[in-house]
């Protein structure tokens, strides 16, 4: 059984940082992209960015490009989303998720599995 487990979130101050980690396990992720996704109260849930764990590519919105980076440890089965210079409006639940065959998607649809989400708060 696949499970993925956010940790990580908390409350911090604008320009701070914080570091989300999900732990995977229930099967081998090498052809899977992991995936972040946020979902702040009353919108959508929005991507993030993602990393292909064979290759350890990573694509982000441009949101939070040269902010956020994606990594992942393959000893671990552990994805890192490492965010800097946050923002009020970084403030959401974060959600990691996993999908086989996708490249980089941007819709939550495209995801097999999703964590429970961690939540984010950033105070201004």
């Known amino acids: 059984q696949v499970q993925l487990v956010e940790s990580g979130g908390g409350l911090v101050q604008a320009g701070g940082s914080l570091r989300l980690s999900c732990a995977a396990s229930g099967r081998t992720f090498s052809r899977y992209t992991m995936g972040w996704f946020r979902q702040a109260p009353g919108k959508e849930r929005e991507f993030v960015g993602a990393?292909?764990?064979?290759?350890?590519?990573?694509y982000y919105v441009d949101s939070v490009k040269g902010r956020f980076t994606i990594s992942r440890d393959n000893a671990k089965k552990a994805v890192y989303l490492q965010m800097n210079s946050l923002k009020p409006e970084d403030t959401a639940v974060y959600y990691c998720a996993a999908g086989s065959g996708i490249e980089f998607a941007v819709v939550p649809v495209a995801y097999d599995y999703w964590g429970q989400g961690t939540q984010v708060t950033v105070s201004s």
């Open positions: 990393i292909r764990w064979s290759a350890g590519t990573t």
